[in-house]
């Protein structure tokens, strides 16, 4: 009897593990370089979206159309595409919204890629638009104040406290937006795209237009490598 229970754990053990989700990475190509981000499993309304969004092909050629340094910047409005070099951007969008996915390990650290909105009170997702956080680093003083001030008396957790003190980040924005992704290499292409001039409503002076796709088997394998000599 003892026997057939371990058989059977073992079983449903390995068939868990064969059902769990695997990572999906993608790329971000503009003529200031390329990004490369994982999408978090633990976000899987807006995973499945922004993989719909790629197969559809419908961020290609959608500008970067709001940068703000030392804090993100933005892209993914669909009317960016034809959009004249006066033209307000930011309120273009698919139609409908994504439910907020609050998880609380997940914060906006230097890094993140996070989904826009409008200002709802359900504080769902837009469809397509979305930003990757350049951040900046706080000082406690500065953490207290964010704590204070803008989460409302909400205590930022310790670890997250650290990391904002040294990689840095957008404390400001925790469990109001909802983070899905982060860069896994190539962040410098942020830093570039951050530091460009820009005009009325943070728009950059020249387009920064974007390709964007999911990893192919041969691209995985050797971002894959990268990563773990990285690691050591």
């Keep these: ?3 057939l229970i371990f058989i059977l754990l073992a079983f449903l053990s390995l068939n868990t593990f064969a059902k769990e989700p695997q990572e999906t990475y993608v790329k971000i190509t503009t003529n200031y370089g390329i990004v490369y981000l ?3 499993n633990e976000t899987p309304k807006h995973r499945d979206n922004f993989i719909k969004l790629i197969k559809e092909r419908t961020l290609d050629s959608t500008l970067f159309h709001r940068v703000i340094q030392e804090f993100m910047i933005q892209g993914g409005d669909p009317t960016s595409k034809k959009a004249n070099a006066t033209e307000q951007l930011g309120g273009g969008d698919l139609g409908y919204t994504i439910p907020a ?3 609380p390990s997940l914060f906006h650290k230097r890094g993140v890629l996070a989904a826009a909105r ?3 009170p359900e504080k769902a997702s837009s469809g397509s638009q979305f930003y990757i956080v350049q951040g900046k680093i706080y000082t406690d003083d500065e953490l207290n104040s964010v704590e204070q001030n803008r989460l409302k ?3 930022i957790p310790a670890a997250h406290r650290e990391v904002y003190k040294t990689i840095g980040g957008a404390p400001f924005l925790d469990q109001s937006y909802t983070v899905f992704g982060e ?3 190539g962040m410098q292409m942020v830093d570039n795209i951050g530091t460009v001039k820009v005009g009325r409503n943070d728009r950059p002076l020249t387009d920064i237009k974007m390709m964007v796709s999911l990893l192919e088997k041969k691209e995985l394998k050797q971002l894959t490598k990268e990563l773990k000599k990285a690691k050591g």
């Design 1 to 3: 009897m003892k026997k």
């Design 153 to 155: 008396g909400e205590k």
């Design 183 to 185: 860069v896994v290499k």
């Design 118 to 120: 409008d200002n709802n």
């Design 101 to 103: 996915e609050f998880v």
């Design 38 to 40: 994982k999408l978090y």
